[in-house]
């Protein structure tokens, strides 16, 4: 560019290549006309790059069965506009005498800029690789952690990066925060209390979100998992945050493990209802039991003699957690054994107190 500059300027009039020599801030108007080519060019090229040829990489990654391409040069096209830019203008100035002060300072930018778009393209990088691990595809809570430990751990070396080229020494700064350290972690211990108490639930995994919780008198079903908070949604549809470090101390109970409920119910009948009934009613129940599709009978017995009713115990175990599956299966249960019994003639006790009355 600056050849081609040259040669022009042969064949200039000598009043045009004095102007064209004329210095402005330490270099002539010639040296700027030749920046501002290379800036063009450059711009030129990364239009070209990022229209044409990423644009036909993405056509032919299309037609692929697997993801993993389309992912990589998602990736590449991520890459910030403005870092280009910047690349361009950096390019640019190293053509001309700007100063060791403005340079310097140009020289650090463009490292901090470099280092955010390497600590951005390898975080995606690796998760792309966590997705891909079975252990970590199917649960999303510890891949959220370990996601949420690489970010940090990611973006710690990207500072330590930064602070050694601006030309500070790293292991005197970080001898010298270490009693600074110290005070800001007792300052801060309940938020670094909270972010281990995420890291166990991370890790060990008591609940997911998605499962359906209960922490002594609230329940919810599990929304997020924050560095300090977990939300919930209550059966009433608000939204409940408790603490995570409250939730690794509490007891916790999650009806998403189960893989059935056990249901214990108790009815009785009326007294004078005859022993061939009596004798019926286990099969009777059985039977309903077992033609609900997600019920099983445990076990259907004459139980005891109440002060007003011959009691059966009935206990019967529905394969779901899902909520909404048990109640509606205890409801066409229950609804079957009313109708039942009406069949049958069998009367349902209900309390009653029997008054003798005497004459004095």
């Known amino acids: 560019m600056t050849s ?16 064209l020599a004329s210095e402005y801030l330490g270099n002539s108007l010639q040296s700027y006309l030749s920046a501002l080519g290379v800036f063009i060019l450059f711009l030129l090229g990364l239009k070209i790059f990022r229209g044409f040829i990423l644009g036909r990489l993405e056509r032919l990654t299309a037609r692929t069965q697997t993801n993993l391409d389309d992912k990589f040069v998602g990736i590449i096209k991520n890459v910030s506009n403005f870092f280009f830019w910047f690349l361009a203008f950096y390019l640019t100035i190293k053509t001309l005498n700007v100063g060791d002060q ?4 140009l020289d650090g930018l463009l490292i901090l800029l ?16 966590f997705s891909r691990i079975p252990s970590l595809k199917n649960s999303h809570t510890a ?20 602070l050694s080229n601006l030309g500070f020494n790293i292991s005197t700064l970080a001898a010298s925060m270490g009693i600074g350290g110290i005070a800001i972690a007792l300052a801060a211990q309940n938020i670094l209390s909270d972010l281990f ?13 998605g499962d359906f919780i209960v922490i002594g008198t609230d329940k919810g079903v599990v929304k997020r998992i924050g560095l300090k908070t977990t939300r919930l949604q209550t059966l009433q549809g608000e939204e409940l945050v408790i603490s995570n470090k409250e939730l690794t101390e509490a007891r916790v109970q999650n009806y998403k493990k189960m893989k059935q ?13 005859s022993p061939a009934k009596l004798a019926k009613i286990p099969q009777i129940i059985k039977d309903i039991i077992t033609a609900q599709e997600n019920a099983d009978p445990v ?21 779901s957690n899902d909520y909404d599956v048990y109640m509606d299966t205890q409801q066409a249960i229950n609804l079957a054994i009313v109708e039942a019994f009406e069949k049958e003639k069998i009367s349902m006790a209900f309390p009653t107190q029997t008054v003798h009355m005497v004459k004095s």
């Open 4 to 19: 081609f500059l040259t040669a022009s300027i042969i064949e200039l009039p000598t009043q045009t290549q004095d102007f």
């Open 102 to 105: 403005f340079q310097k300072f």
């Open 114 to 129: 470099a280092i955010i778009e390497v600590i951005k393209v390898v975080q995606n990088l690796l998760d792309i690789i």
């Open 143 to 162: 891949l959220n952690g370990i996601k949420l430990i690489t970010r940090m751990a990611l973006w710690a070396i990207g500072l330590l990066l930064v």
């Open 197 to 209: 108490a995420s890291f166990t639930i991370y890790f060990d995994q008591p609940f997911q979100i």
């Open 261 to 273: 409920r056990k249901i214990n119910i108790s009815l009785g009948v009326v007294y004078g209802t």
């Open 299 to 319: 076990r259907v017995h004459f139980k005891s003699f109440g002060d007003f009713s011959l009691n059966f115990q009935v206990v019967f175990a529905i394969n």
